[in-house]
Protein backbone atom coordinates (compact mmCIF):
# COMPACT_ATOMS: atom_id res chain seq x y z
CA UNK A 1 0.00 0.00 0.00
CA UNK A 2 1.10 3.70 -1.23
CA UNK A 3 -0.41 6.70 -1.87
CA UNK A 4 0.23 5.86 -5.33
CA UNK A 5 -2.05 3.44 -4.99
CA UNK A 6 -5.40 5.50 -5.60
CA UNK A 7 -3.80 7.12 -8.50
CA UNK A 8 -2.79 4.42 -10.37
CA UNK A 9 -5.77 2.32 -9.99
CA UNK A 10 -7.93 5.49 -11.72
CA UNK A 11 -5.03 5.56 -14.39
CA UNK A 12 -5.45 2.24 -14.88
CA UNK A 13 -8.35 2.22 -15.69
CA UNK A 14 -8.47 4.77 -18.37
CA UNK A 15 -8.24 3.41 -21.62
CA UNK A 16 -8.88 5.53 -25.51
CA UNK A 17 -10.19 4.17 -28.57
CA UNK A 18 -9.73 7.19 -30.94
CA UNK A 19 -6.91 9.31 -29.23
CA UNK A 20 -4.37 7.84 -28.07
CA UNK A 21 -3.05 8.12 -24.44
CA UNK A 22 0.15 9.95 -24.19
CA UNK A 23 2.20 8.46 -21.16
CA UNK A 24 5.83 10.10 -20.98
CA UNK A 25 8.55 9.32 -18.18
CA UNK A 26 11.75 11.55 -17.73
CA UNK A 27 14.96 12.38 -16.01
CA UNK A 28 14.66 15.83 -15.25
CA UNK A 29 18.15 16.13 -13.27
CA UNK A 30 20.62 17.77 -15.46
CA UNK A 31 24.40 18.71 -14.43
CA UNK A 32 25.03 20.83 -17.34
CA UNK A 33 23.91 22.57 -20.96
CA UNK A 34 24.68 19.34 -22.59
CA UNK A 35 22.32 16.70 -20.10
CA UNK A 36 19.70 19.49 -20.27
CA UNK A 37 19.75 19.78 -24.32
CA UNK A 38 19.91 15.57 -23.98
CA UNK A 39 15.96 16.08 -22.26
CA UNK A 40 14.41 18.58 -24.61
CA UNK A 41 15.77 16.64 -28.11
CA UNK A 42 14.88 13.52 -26.45
CA UNK A 43 10.99 14.66 -25.72
CA UNK A 44 11.08 16.88 -29.33
CA UNK A 45 12.29 13.64 -31.70
CA UNK A 46 9.62 11.27 -29.63
CA UNK A 47 7.40 13.92 -30.40
CA UNK A 48 8.21 13.88 -34.16
CA UNK A 49 8.12 9.99 -34.56
CA UNK A 50 4.79 9.79 -32.73
CA UNK A 51 3.05 12.33 -35.22
CA UNK A 52 4.81 10.61 -38.16
CA UNK A 53 2.71 7.48 -37.69
CA UNK A 54 -0.55 10.05 -37.91
CA UNK A 55 -0.21 11.99 -41.35
CA UNK A 56 -2.15 14.72 -41.23
CA UNK A 57 -5.77 14.04 -42.13
CA UNK A 58 -6.47 10.87 -39.82
CA UNK A 59 -9.01 11.57 -37.31
CA UNK A 60 -6.96 11.29 -33.99
CA UNK A 61 -4.04 13.68 -35.38
CA UNK A 62 -5.75 17.23 -34.16
CA UNK A 63 -6.38 16.06 -30.73
CA UNK A 64 -3.22 14.69 -30.54
CA UNK A 65 -1.32 17.31 -32.09
CA UNK A 66 -2.69 19.38 -29.67
CA UNK A 67 -1.76 17.36 -26.70
CA UNK A 68 1.67 16.56 -27.68
CA UNK A 69 2.30 20.65 -28.33
CA UNK A 70 0.95 20.94 -24.75
CA UNK A 71 3.71 18.46 -23.37
CA UNK A 72 6.38 20.05 -25.34
CA UNK A 73 5.51 23.26 -23.78
CA UNK A 74 5.76 21.93 -20.07
CA UNK A 75 8.59 20.63 -20.84
CA UNK A 76 9.87 23.52 -22.77
CA UNK A 77 9.41 25.21 -19.21
CA UNK A 78 11.14 23.17 -17.18
CA UNK A 79 14.20 22.67 -19.65
CA UNK A 80 14.10 26.61 -20.09
CA UNK A 81 15.70 26.46 -16.35
CA UNK A 82 18.95 26.75 -15.93
CA UNK A 83 19.15 24.69 -12.52
CA UNK A 84 17.38 21.05 -12.93
CA UNK A 85 14.07 20.93 -11.01
CA UNK A 86 14.15 20.18 -7.40
CA UNK A 87 12.39 16.98 -8.38
CA UNK A 88 14.23 14.95 -10.88
CA UNK A 89 11.37 12.59 -12.32
CA UNK A 90 8.46 13.60 -14.16
CA UNK A 91 5.67 11.40 -15.46
CA UNK A 92 3.21 12.50 -17.49
CA UNK A 93 -0.33 10.71 -18.60
CA UNK A 94 -2.37 13.21 -21.29
CA UNK A 95 -5.10 12.91 -23.28
CA UNK A 96 -7.30 15.43 -24.57
CA UNK A 97 -10.40 13.54 -25.37
CA UNK A 98 -10.44 11.98 -21.59
CA UNK A 99 -9.40 15.46 -20.23
CA UNK A 100 -6.84 13.36 -18.89
CA UNK A 101 -3.40 16.17 -18.23
CA UNK A 102 -1.74 14.72 -15.09
CA UNK A 103 2.05 15.48 -14.63
CA UNK A 104 3.50 13.81 -11.20
CA UNK A 105 6.92 14.79 -9.77
CA UNK A 106 9.50 12.72 -8.44
CA UNK A 107 12.45 12.76 -6.88
CA UNK A 108 13.96 9.55 -8.11
CA UNK A 109 14.32 9.78 -12.06
CA UNK A 110 13.05 7.80 -14.45
CA UNK A 111 13.69 5.84 -18.14
CA UNK A 112 13.29 8.43 -20.70
CA UNK A 113 9.97 7.10 -21.87
CA UNK A 114 7.36 8.71 -24.50
CA UNK A 115 4.73 6.70 -25.94
CA UNK A 116 1.12 6.72 -27.18
CA UNK A 117 -1.23 3.54 -26.95
CA UNK A 118 -4.47 2.79 -25.60
CA UNK A 119 -3.59 2.83 -21.62
CA UNK A 120 -1.56 4.82 -20.03
CA UNK A 121 1.81 3.48 -19.57
CA UNK A 122 2.20 2.66 -15.89
CA UNK A 123 5.08 0.15 -15.39
CA UNK A 124 7.60 2.81 -14.22
CA UNK A 125 5.40 4.33 -11.92
CA UNK A 126 3.90 1.11 -10.48
CA UNK A 127 7.28 0.59 -9.77
CA UNK A 128 8.25 3.57 -7.82
CA UNK A 129 5.37 3.15 -5.78
CA UNK A 130 7.01 -0.33 -5.10
CA UNK A 131 10.29 0.09 -4.65
CA UNK A 132 9.75 3.30 -2.33
CA UNK A 133 7.52 2.04 0.07
CA UNK A 134 6.55 5.06 3.06
CA UNK A 135 9.23 4.58 5.75
CA UNK A 136 9.13 6.52 9.39
CA UNK A 137 12.50 7.48 10.46
CA UNK A 138 13.00 7.66 14.12
CA UNK A 139 15.93 9.39 15.79
CA UNK A 140 15.59 9.18 19.66
CA UNK A 141 16.76 11.55 22.26
CA UNK A 142 16.67 12.31 25.70
CA UNK A 143 13.43 14.59 24.90
CA UNK A 144 11.56 12.54 22.81
CA UNK A 145 12.35 11.94 19.16
CA UNK A 146 12.60 13.71 15.86
CA UNK A 147 10.52 11.71 13.16
CA UNK A 148 10.72 12.10 9.64
CA UNK A 149 8.41 10.80 7.43
CA UNK A 150 9.86 9.64 4.07
CA UNK A 151 7.32 9.03 1.23
CA UNK A 152 8.24 8.09 -2.38
CA UNK A 153 11.38 8.59 -1.87
CA UNK A 154 10.97 12.17 -0.52
CA UNK A 155 10.73 13.86 2.71
CA UNK A 156 7.16 14.55 3.56
CA UNK A 157 7.02 15.50 7.33
CA UNK A 158 9.53 16.69 10.04
CA UNK A 159 8.34 16.59 13.15
CA UNK A 160 9.83 16.98 17.01
CA UNK A 161 8.07 14.60 19.25
CA UNK A 162 8.94 15.67 22.82
CA UNK A 163 7.60 14.31 25.91
CA UNK A 164 5.23 16.53 28.91
CA UNK A 165 8.03 16.99 31.03
CA UNK A 166 7.58 19.95 33.89
CA UNK A 167 9.79 22.69 32.57
CA UNK A 168 11.75 22.62 35.72
CA UNK A 169 13.13 19.34 35.10
CA UNK A 170 13.42 19.69 31.13
CA UNK A 171 15.67 22.62 32.14
CA UNK A 172 18.09 20.31 34.01
CA UNK A 173 18.40 18.28 31.10
CA UNK A 174 19.25 21.13 27.93
CA UNK A 175 22.39 19.70 27.15
CA UNK A 176 23.11 23.50 27.01
CA UNK A 177 22.93 24.00 31.09
CA UNK A 178 25.89 25.06 32.99
CA UNK A 179 26.03 21.56 35.15
CA UNK A 180 28.97 22.52 36.65
CA UNK A 181 27.59 25.26 38.60
CA UNK A 182 24.65 22.77 40.87
CA UNK A 183 25.37 21.92 43.82
CA UNK A 184 27.18 18.62 44.61
CA UNK A 185 24.76 17.14 46.60
CA UNK A 186 22.07 17.59 44.26
CA UNK A 187 23.54 15.35 41.62
CA UNK A 188 22.18 12.43 42.27
CA UNK A 189 19.21 12.90 42.50
CA UNK A 190 19.47 15.10 39.36
CA UNK A 191 20.49 11.48 38.19
CA UNK A 192 17.38 9.76 39.29
CA UNK A 193 15.70 12.72 37.79
CA UNK A 194 17.41 12.58 34.52
CA UNK A 195 16.62 8.94 34.11
CA UNK A 196 12.56 9.32 34.65
CA UNK A 197 12.65 11.81 32.68
CA UNK A 198 14.57 10.32 29.55
CA UNK A 199 12.02 6.98 30.00
CA UNK A 200 9.00 9.09 30.06
CA UNK A 201 10.11 11.09 27.21
CA UNK A 202 10.72 7.56 25.56
CA UNK A 203 7.59 6.34 26.41
CA UNK A 204 5.03 9.10 24.84
CA UNK A 205 7.37 9.26 22.01
CA UNK A 206 6.92 5.75 21.02
CA UNK A 207 2.93 6.05 21.77
CA UNK A 208 3.65 8.60 19.30
CA UNK A 209 5.48 6.85 16.76
CA UNK A 210 2.74 4.16 17.44
CA UNK A 211 -0.28 6.21 16.55
CA UNK A 212 1.86 7.70 13.13
CA UNK A 213 2.04 4.09 12.28
CA UNK A 214 -1.42 2.75 12.88
CA UNK A 215 -1.76 5.72 10.03
CA UNK A 216 0.27 4.86 7.74
CA UNK A 217 -0.55 0.93 7.13
CA UNK A 218 2.36 -0.20 5.16
CA UNK A 219 5.27 1.80 6.35
CA UNK A 220 8.35 1.04 7.54
CA UNK A 221 9.97 2.05 10.91
CA UNK A 222 13.97 3.24 10.70
CA UNK A 223 15.56 3.58 13.68
CA UNK A 224 18.70 5.94 13.89
CA UNK A 225 21.23 6.78 16.94
CA UNK A 226 23.44 4.70 18.78
CA UNK A 227 23.01 0.84 19.39
CA UNK A 228 21.93 1.86 23.44
CA UNK A 229 19.54 4.61 22.25
CA UNK A 230 18.14 2.59 19.65
CA UNK A 231 17.60 -0.18 21.38
CA UNK A 232 16.13 1.42 24.87
CA UNK A 233 13.21 2.89 21.74
CA UNK A 234 12.87 -0.54 20.43
CA UNK A 235 11.95 -1.63 23.80
CA UNK A 236 9.74 0.82 24.32
CA UNK A 237 7.57 -0.03 21.29
CA UNK A 238 5.01 -2.89 21.34
CA UNK A 239 6.26 -6.00 19.57
CA UNK A 240 4.17 -5.54 16.36
CA UNK A 241 5.64 -2.57 15.44
CA UNK A 242 9.14 -3.86 16.16
CA UNK A 243 8.30 -6.39 13.54
CA UNK A 244 8.02 -3.37 11.13
CA UNK A 245 11.85 -1.84 11.99
CA UNK A 246 13.78 -2.96 8.76
CA UNK A 247 16.84 -0.85 9.39
CA UNK A 248 19.06 0.56 13.09
CA UNK A 249 21.43 2.91 11.55
CA UNK A 250 24.17 5.04 13.27
CA UNK A 251 23.68 8.66 12.99
CA UNK A 252 25.67 9.84 9.81
CA UNK A 253 27.85 12.47 10.68
CA UNK A 254 25.88 15.13 8.32
CA UNK A 255 23.41 15.27 10.65
CA UNK A 256 25.02 17.73 12.90
CA UNK A 257 25.31 20.20 9.61
CA UNK A 258 22.63 22.49 8.49
CA UNK A 259 19.07 21.52 8.02
CA UNK A 260 18.99 20.75 4.17
CA UNK A 261 22.18 18.11 4.58
CA UNK A 262 20.88 16.84 7.82
CA UNK A 263 17.08 16.08 5.55
CA UNK A 264 19.01 15.06 2.79
CA UNK A 265 20.60 12.48 5.07
CA UNK A 266 17.53 11.63 6.59
CA UNK A 267 15.97 10.79 2.63
CA UNK A 268 18.92 9.03 2.04
CA UNK A 269 19.17 6.55 4.79
CA UNK A 270 15.92 6.09 4.31
CA UNK A 271 15.75 5.07 0.85
CA UNK A 272 18.72 2.68 1.20
CA UNK A 273 17.17 1.03 3.82
CA UNK A 274 13.83 0.87 1.55
CA UNK A 275 15.79 -0.19 -1.22
CA UNK A 276 17.83 -3.21 0.72
CA UNK A 277 14.66 -4.41 2.58
CA UNK A 278 13.03 -4.40 -0.98
CA UNK A 279 15.50 -6.37 -3.13
CA UNK A 280 15.21 -8.60 0.02
CA UNK A 281 11.40 -8.76 -0.26
CA UNK A 282 11.72 -9.32 -4.36
CA UNK A 283 14.22 -12.51 -3.88
CA UNK A 284 11.08 -14.45 -1.09
CA UNK A 285 8.04 -12.96 -3.45
CA UNK A 286 9.78 -14.80 -6.00
CA UNK A 287 10.56 -17.81 -4.56
CA UNK A 288 6.99 -17.83 -2.67
CA UNK A 289 5.51 -17.33 -6.14
CA UNK A 290 7.31 -20.02 -8.04
CA UNK A 291 6.66 -22.24 -4.83
CA UNK A 292 3.12 -21.70 -5.50
CA UNK A 293 2.91 -22.21 -8.99
CA UNK A 294 4.70 -25.34 -9.02
CA UNK A 295 2.34 -27.12 -6.27
CA UNK A 296 -0.53 -26.06 -8.32
CA UNK A 297 -1.19 -23.45 -5.60
CA UNK A 298 -2.60 -19.73 -5.89
CA UNK A 299 0.19 -18.67 -8.22
CA UNK A 300 0.60 -18.96 -11.90
CA UNK A 301 4.34 -18.29 -13.49
CA UNK A 302 5.16 -17.68 -17.49
CA UNK A 303 2.91 -15.15 -19.75
CA UNK A 304 0.56 -18.16 -21.52
CA UNK A 305 -0.91 -18.84 -17.48
CA UNK A 306 -0.70 -15.05 -16.33
CA UNK A 307 -2.62 -14.10 -18.76
CA UNK A 308 -5.24 -16.43 -18.79
CA UNK A 309 -5.32 -15.42 -15.29
CA UNK A 310 -5.43 -11.64 -16.35
CA UNK A 311 -8.52 -12.44 -18.70
CA UNK A 312 -10.61 -14.28 -15.88
CA UNK A 313 -10.10 -11.22 -13.23
CA UNK A 314 -8.20 -13.75 -10.91
CA UNK A 315 -5.34 -11.83 -10.60
CA UNK A 316 -4.23 -10.67 -7.33
CA UNK A 317 -0.70 -9.55 -7.53
CA UNK A 318 1.41 -9.32 -10.45
CA UNK A 319 5.21 -9.86 -10.25
CA UNK A 320 7.04 -8.59 -13.37
CA UNK A 321 10.48 -8.60 -14.16
CA UNK A 322 11.61 -4.79 -15.03
CA UNK A 323 12.92 -5.75 -18.43
CA UNK A 324 9.60 -7.92 -19.65
CA UNK A 325 9.07 -6.99 -23.44
CA UNK A 326 6.93 -9.41 -25.20
CA UNK A 327 3.82 -8.97 -27.69
CA UNK A 328 0.82 -10.37 -27.24
CA UNK A 329 -2.92 -9.57 -28.98
CA UNK A 330 -5.76 -8.44 -27.85
CA UNK A 331 -9.70 -8.99 -28.54
CA UNK A 332 -10.92 -6.44 -30.62
CA UNK A 333 -14.42 -7.73 -29.41
CA UNK A 334 -13.86 -8.80 -26.23
CA UNK A 335 -11.12 -7.56 -25.05
CA UNK A 336 -9.40 -10.68 -23.84
CA UNK A 337 -5.52 -10.39 -23.94
CA UNK A 338 -3.62 -13.32 -25.49
CA UNK A 339 0.15 -14.09 -25.24
CA UNK A 340 0.33 -16.36 -28.04
CA UNK A 341 1.97 -15.88 -31.87
CA UNK A 342 -0.23 -16.86 -34.61
CA UNK A 343 -3.36 -16.90 -33.39
CA UNK A 344 -6.36 -15.87 -35.85
CA UNK A 345 -9.22 -15.37 -33.83
CA UNK A 346 -10.03 -15.04 -30.40
CA UNK A 347 -10.10 -18.54 -29.05
CA UNK A 348 -12.88 -17.19 -26.28
CA UNK A 349 -15.02 -15.01 -28.43
CA UNK A 350 -14.03 -15.65 -32.35
CA UNK A 351 -13.57 -11.95 -32.82
CA UNK A 352 -10.75 -10.12 -34.85
CA UNK A 353 -7.56 -9.61 -33.32
CA UNK A 354 -4.98 -7.08 -32.86
CA UNK A 355 -1.02 -7.31 -31.98
CA UNK A 356 -0.27 -5.30 -28.20
CA UNK A 357 3.44 -4.63 -28.88
CA UNK A 358 3.80 -4.09 -25.35
CA UNK A 359 1.68 -7.02 -23.68
CA UNK A 360 3.75 -6.29 -20.25
CA UNK A 361 1.97 -2.79 -20.02
CA UNK A 362 -1.34 -4.19 -20.91
CA UNK A 363 -1.13 -6.69 -18.03
CA UNK A 364 -0.20 -4.02 -15.61
CA UNK A 365 -3.06 -2.09 -16.24
CA UNK A 366 -5.25 -4.90 -16.16
CA UNK A 367 -4.16 -6.23 -13.17
CA UNK A 368 -4.35 -2.31 -11.41
CA UNK A 369 -7.52 -1.80 -13.14
CA UNK A 370 -8.85 -5.13 -11.68
CA UNK A 371 -7.89 -3.96 -7.93
CA UNK A 372 -4.96 -5.94 -7.95
CA UNK A 373 -1.42 -5.04 -7.14
CA UNK A 374 1.91 -5.00 -9.05
CA UNK A 375 5.18 -5.98 -8.15
CA UNK A 376 8.26 -4.71 -10.63
CA UNK A 377 11.47 -6.56 -9.73
CA UNK A 378 14.68 -6.37 -10.82
CA UNK A 379 15.83 -9.06 -13.36
CA UNK A 380 15.85 -12.16 -11.11
CA UNK A 381 17.20 -15.89 -12.64
CA UNK A 382 14.24 -17.76 -10.69
CA UNK A 383 11.52 -15.83 -12.63
CA UNK A 384 13.60 -15.15 -15.82
CA UNK A 385 13.39 -19.06 -16.19
CA UNK A 386 9.72 -18.43 -16.28
CA UNK A 387 9.99 -15.87 -18.94
CA UNK A 388 9.21 -13.10 -16.24
CA UNK A 389 5.94 -13.26 -15.27
CA UNK A 390 4.31 -14.46 -13.00
CA UNK A 391 1.35 -14.07 -10.67
CA UNK A 392 -0.48 -14.87 -7.36
CA UNK A 393 -3.89 -15.51 -7.77
CA UNK A 394 -7.08 -14.37 -5.97
CA UNK A 395 -9.14 -17.18 -4.32
CA UNK A 396 -10.84 -19.04 -6.68
CA UNK A 397 -13.92 -19.80 -4.76
CA UNK A 398 -14.67 -16.00 -5.19
CA UNK A 399 -15.35 -16.04 -8.87
CA UNK A 400 -16.46 -19.87 -8.88
CA UNK A 401 -14.78 -19.46 -12.66
CA UNK A 402 -12.09 -21.67 -12.50
CA UNK A 403 -13.47 -24.60 -14.35
CA UNK A 404 -17.20 -24.22 -13.54
CA UNK A 405 -17.72 -21.60 -16.18
CA UNK A 406 -16.79 -20.11 -18.94
CA UNK A 407 -13.47 -18.83 -18.46
CA UNK A 408 -14.20 -15.32 -20.19
CA UNK A 409 -17.70 -13.31 -19.99
CA UNK A 410 -19.21 -13.98 -22.96
CA UNK A 411 -21.13 -10.74 -23.45
CA UNK A 412 -19.19 -7.99 -25.29
CA UNK A 413 -17.99 -5.18 -22.77
CA UNK A 414 -18.66 -7.01 -20.06
CA UNK A 415 -14.97 -6.74 -18.77
CA UNK A 416 -12.54 -4.00 -17.53
CA UNK A 417 -10.74 -2.71 -20.01
ZN1 LIG B 1 -12.68 -12.19 -27.75
Redesign the pocket.
Known amino acids: MTELDGTLTDLARMRSVGEPIVSLYLDVHWADEQQRERVRLFVHERVRQTLAHYPPGTPDRPALDRTLHRVLDHVARLTSQEEAPEKHGLALFACEALALWRPMSFRRTFTPELCTDGIPHLTQLARLADDFEPAVVVVPNQAGADVYEVRLGDLAVESSLRGFVPRREKDTFDPGAARPGQHFERQEKDARHQDTFIRKNRRAAAEEVQALLARTPGAHLVLVGTAGNVAAFERALPERLRARVIARLPRPREWESADGARRDGVVAGAAEAVAVHEREAERRVIEALVGEALRGGLGVVGPEDVVQAVNEGRVHRLVLEEDFQRAGWQ ?1 D ?4 LGASHGADL ?1 P ?4 DLHTVQQLGEALVARALAGGGEVEVVAHANRLHGYRGVGAFLRQTAATGLRGASPP ?1 PTAPGASQP
Open positions: CRCTACYCGGW
